[in-house]
C-alpha cells in the first residue's frame, strides 16, 4: 500500500500528439520492445512526444524479479538475431543524436546477451555514426568477460544502477549485489569510459545512507548520476515508504555536484536512468568517446 495519495509534483504529462503516435508506430512496426513501456515509466507520454524512446533488447521477459521493477518476469523467449538491425533502422528513423539501449537480464545466457549488446551497438553506430550510444546494462552476474566484450564494442555512455543504499539491496534487487554494481562501474571507468549509475528514493533508506550511496558512487569512478522517486508498479511490488520532496531532490543536487564532484546530477521525483539523457550526455561535455 502506499502510504499516501500520490503528489501533485509526480504528475506527468499525458500521451498526446502526433510525434507520440509515429514513435508508437515505429516501434510497433519494427517489433521493438521499450523500457518505457514494460516498466511502466512515468515520463513515456513527454519522451515519446519528443520522438524518443528507450530500446529494450533481448526480449521483454527478465531472468530476475527485483520487487521495484515492472518488467515482467520468467522464462525468456528465444533470441532475435535480427533484433540489432531492427534497432539500428529505428534510432536512424527516430534521428536521435543520442540514443539509450537497455535490456532484461539474460541470466539464462552463458555471456548474459553481451555478443547481442555488442551486435547491436555496432549495428547502430554502422548505421547511425553521428549518434552516441549510451548503454544500460545487466550486471552480467559479475563477470568481466562479457562486460568486456559489451565495452569492446565502444558506446559512448555506460550505464548501470546501483538502484538503492546498501541496507537495501537484497530486499530490492534480490540478486544483485552493491559490490557487483560499483565494481562494473569502476572496471568501466579503468578503462576510460564515461559511467553513469542512478538511485531511488522512497524505499526507506536513510539519509545518511543516501549520502553514502553516493559517495560510493563517485568514489568508483561514476561521472552523471540520477536520482528519482520510486513508484510502486503494483500491490505486489515493494510498498512506497515515502515521497521524497522536490525540495529534497533539489539538496542531492547541489550535494553531487558541489561537494562529491559528480559531472552531471539529474535528481527530481520523475527522474528515471534514460530521462533527458540527451542533455545530460551535453552538459557533460558532448558526446564523450570511450577509449
Known amino acids: 500500500m502506499e502510504t499516501a495519495r500520490k503528489p501533485d509534483w509526480l504528475r506527468a504529462k499525458l500521451p498526446a500528439g502526433p510525434r507520440y503516435r509515429q514513435t508508437r508506430e515505429l516501434v510497433d512496426s519494427h517489433e521493438l520492445h521499450t523500457v518505457c513501456q514494460s516498466a511502466q515509466c ?36 528465444e533470441l532475435d538475431f535480427g533484433e540489432p538491425a531492427r534497432v539500428a533502422d529505428a534510432v536512424a528513423k527516430m534521428g536521435l543524436r543520442h540514443a539509450v539501449i537497455t535490456s532484461v537480464a539474460r541470466d539464462d545466457l552463458t555471456d548474459g546477451g553481451a555478443s547481442v549488446w555488442a551486435a547491436t551497438i555496432r549495428a547502430v553506430r554502422h548505421r547511425n555514426p553521428q549518434t552516441a550510444i549510451e548503454v544500460l546494462i545487466p550486471d552480467f552476474r559479475g563477470q568481466t568477460e562479457p562486460l568486456d566484450t559489451v565495452l569492446d564494442a565502444q558506446p559512448d555512455i555506460l550505464n548501470h544502477n546501483l538502484e538503492t543504499v546498501e541496507r537495501l539491496q537484497r530486499p530490492i534487487r534480490k540478486t544483485a ?42 568514489a568508483a569512478g561514476v561521472d552523471i548520476v540520477t536520482i528519482g522517486q520510486y513508484l510502486q508498479p503494483s500491490p505486489q511490488h515493494a510498498p512506497i515508504a515515502r515521497w521524497a520532496t522536490p525540495e529534497e531532490f533539489v539538496r542531492w543536487h547541489d550535494f553531487g555536484i ?15 536512468s534514460s530521462y533527458h539523457a540527451d542533455e545530460q550526455s551535453a552538459r557533460y561535455g558532448g558526446e564523450a568517446a570511450s577509449a
Not at 512515468?42 to 527478465?62: D, F, K, Q, V
Not at 539519509?207 to 559517495?215: H, K, S, T
Open 42 to 77: 512515468p515520463n513515456m507520454g513527454e519522451c515519446w512526444s519528443r520522438g524518443t524512446a528507450t530500446i529494450m533488447i533481448l526480449g521483454n521477459i527478465c531472468t530476475r524479479s527485483c520487487s521495484f521493477c515492472a518488467v515482467q518476469t520468467g522464462r525468456p523467449t
Open 177 to 218: 549485489r552493491y559490490d557487483r554494481t560499483l565494481g562494473l562501474l569502476h572496471h568501466a571507468k579503468g578503462r576510460g569510459f564515461v559511467t553513469k549509475s542512478g538511485i531511488m528514493l522512497g524505499l526507506g533508506e536513510r539519509e545518511d545512507e543516501i549520502a553514502q550511496a553516493l559517495r560510493d558512487l563517485r
Open 258 to 272: 558541489k561537494e562529491l564532484g559528480f559531472g552531471v546530477v539529474e535528481s527530481g521525483p520523475l527522474v528515471r
